[in-house]
């Protein structure tokens, strides 16, 4: 199914249908950005702004929330 496909369909949906989609597409989108920073993690590209990050936490710079 192609993209135009994909839109054609959204189009036909009732309000609430489209609420739903909506939604579920919410929440995919969390769960794919969730698996790219644990993916992240894992492969160390994060390593230098969390290193960051403690250094300004030690040196006083951080705040409790």
């Known amino acids: 199914m192609s993209v135009k ?8 949906l009732s309000a609430k249908d489209l609420a ?3 939604a579920w597409l919410e ?5 794919m950005w969730d698996k790219q920073i644990e ?4 492969a160390g590209r994060l390593d230098a702004l969390l290193a960051e990050v403690d ?6 710079l ?3 929330l």
């Open 39 to 42: 993916d992240d993690l894992e």
């Open 55 to 60: 250094n300004e936490h030690e040196a006083g």
């Open 20 to 22: 739903e989609l909506m």
């Open 5 to 12: 496909e994909i839109e054609s369909a959204i189009t036909q």
């Open 62 to 64: 951080s705040q409790p």
């Open 27 to 31: 929440n995919h989108y969390a769960q």
